[in-house]
């Protein structure tokens, strides 16, 4: 074989193995489900199910290893403060009482980094873990795990979740599971009890 019919050969094994590598290898990155304790209920609603909602305004803190920046944090809390959401405080890596290292930190919304110990699927973005109490439908704690490389609406969209909000798979909506496909559309979260 001439070197011009090696080079033709080499660029039709590529162009072929391009083809099939692009649609089979890529994936979309999206977020868990929630971890919780309630009942799935299947939903078949015009906007994002509330399961259940805080008794009272959690405190929110962002633990000292957390891959978020206190300014995305101010913007994440006032978005859905904006909806009528609240929040008692939030502390940014100070962690005063230790919260941080609690298995169920009451009253609280801490932010973790995905660490060793949390299973979380490879192309997940992030997870939620909320604990409702199911005498009184309300929620009690919320853990939330990001991973190293934040996107745009992730940490407003797992804050939903803590505030009992599941996936909702509308275009262009922030609780979407599939990150490509969200946005900002907050329909259906604002709080009814503002």
């Not at 949390?118 to 309300?138: C, G, I, P, R």
């Not at 609406?153 to 922030?174: D, M, P, S, W, Y």
Request: aromatic residues 10%.
């Amino acid at each position: 074989m001439n070197i011009y019919a090696k080079a033709l050969l080499s660029v039709v094994v590529y162009v072929l193995l391009l083809s099939w590598a692009i649609p089979n290898l890529s994936q979309p990155a999206y977020a868990d489900s929630p971890v919780a304790n309630y009942r799935r209920i299947p939903t078949i609603e015009d906007a994002p199910l509330q399961v259940a909602s805080w008794l009272q305004p959690p405190v929110l803190i962002i633990c000292e290893y957390a891959p978020v920046s206190e300014v995305r944090v101010n913007s994440a809390v006032k978005f859905w403060e904006g909806l009528g959401h609240s929040f008692r405080r939030s502390e940014y890596k100070r962690n005063s009482q230790d919260k941080c290292l609690s298995e169920n930190p009451l009253g609280h919304i801490l932010v973790h980094i995905v660490t060793k110990g949390v299973k979380l699927e490879s192309t997940a973005l992030a997870q939620t873990h909320f604990f409702v109490d199911n005498l009184t439908n309300k929620i009690d704690w919320a853990v939330i795990y990001i991973r190293p490389d934040v996107r745009e609406t992730v940490l407003e969209h797992e804050l939903g979740h803590a505030l009992g909000f599941l996936h909702f798979n509308k275009i262009n909506h922030l609780m979407n599971q599939k990150w490509e496909m969200g946005g900002w559309d907050k329909e259906g979260l604002e709080n009814p009890r503002r």
